[in-house]
């Protein structure tokens, strides 16, 4: 099966402007490098969920994406992000939204396998915990990968009539107050959201740069040839 690798580069709010092209004739990988850093809110948040001074302080766009789940903070220094667009026409194409995704999981899982890490896959349907609709990272989505229990992929997706987007993110380390102090909370409720969700992700550590070359390698091919 073809898969064209794009690499992309440039702003979040450009990257995220991105459609899914009408005439999508293969798969794609967009490997993407931002060229600063960014909160990203979910399609059903607006910006009052960001604190619009810290985002100031430290310099940071506030950009929303067409897939759902929560915020997501972005720095292209500690994270491997990349989007795979799939046409209906393509064999993964699936119409049943949860199981859509469990094979991009699955080709993550064999690229974190490469790199000695055991992986679990969630095939369950999108969870319900106390800051999920807040934070990406706070839970759960189909086909999204774990270590020890604790998220480590996040997947979104957005579908048109066109196929469907896959959004993927993984960390070197999770940090909950990474993106908790960026967004407009009681200095309460920040406190209660970090103590539950420090546990509830994790990340690759010093893989960070290794897994970019090997979540392509099982998405792509042999990158050299693009």
């Given at each position: 099966m073809t898969?064209?690798l794009?690499?992309?580069t440039?702003?979040?709010?450009?990257f995220?402007?991105?459609?899914?092209p009408e005439?999508?004739a293969?798969?794609?990988?967009w490997s993407?490098e931002?060229?600063?850093?960014?909160?990203?809110?979910?399609s059903?948040?607006?910006?009052?969920?960001?604190?619009a001074?810290a985002t100031?302080?430290?310099?940071?766009?506030?950009?929303?994406?067409?897939?759902?789940?929560?915020?997501?903070?972005?720095?292209?220094?500690?994270?491997v992000w990349?989007?795979?667009?799939?046409?209906?026409t393509?064999?993964r194409w699936s119409?049943?939204?949860?199981k859509?995704?469990?094979w991009?999981?699955?080709?993550?899982?064999?690229?974190?396998?490469t790199?000695?890490?055991?992986?679990?896959?969630?095939r369950?349907?999108?969870?319900q915990?106390?800051?999920?609709?807040?934070?990406?990272?706070?839970?759960l989505?189909p086909?999204?990968?774990?270590v020890?229990?604790?998220?480590l992929?996040?997947i979104?997706?957005?579908?048109t009539r066109?196929?469907?987007?896959f959004?993927?993110?993984?960390?070197?380390?999770?940090?909950?107050?990474d993106?908790?102090d960026?967004?407009?909370?009681?200095?309460?409720d920040?406190?209660?959201?970090g103590?539950d969700l420090?546990?509830?992700?994790?990340?690759?550590?010093?893989?960070?740069?290794?897994?970019r070359?090997?979540i392509?390698?099982?998405?792509?091919?042999?990158t050299?040839?693009?």
């Amino acid at each position: 099966m073809t898969v064209l690798l794009r690499n992309v580069t440039g702003s979040i709010a450009d990257f995220h402007a991105r459609p899914i092209p009408e005439d999508l004739a293969a798969a794609e990988v967009w490997s993407f490098e931002p060229d600063h850093s960014a909160l990203v809110l979910g399609s059903a948040q607006d910006h009052t969920v960001a604190d619009a001074d810290a985002t100031a302080a430290a310099g940071l766009d506030v950009v929303r994406r067409r897939s759902g789940g929560g915020a997501v903070f972005v720095d292209p220094a500690r994270s491997v992000w990349l989007d795979v667009v799939v046409p209906r026409t393509d064999p993964r194409w699936s119409d049943d939204v949860r199981k859509a995704t469990y094979w991009l999981g699955e080709a993550w899982q064999r690229a974190l396998s490469t790199l000695g890490l055991e992986t679990e896959l969630y095939r369950g349907g999108l969870e319900q915990t106390p800051w999920g609709r807040l934070v990406c990272f706070a839970a759960l989505g189909p086909g999204e990968v774990l270590v020890g229990g604790r998220k480590l992929v996040g997947i979104s997706q957005r579908r048109t009539r066109a196929g469907a987007r896959f959004q993927c993110i993984a960390y070197d380390r999770w940090d909950p107050y990474d993106v908790l102090d960026l967004l407009d909370m009681t200095e309460a409720d920040k406190r209660l959201a970090g103590d539950d969700l420090v546990d509830r992700a994790t990340g690759v550590g010093p893989h960070l740069g290794p897994l970019r070359d090997a979540i392509l390698r099982e998405l792509v091919g042999d990158t050299s040839m693009h």
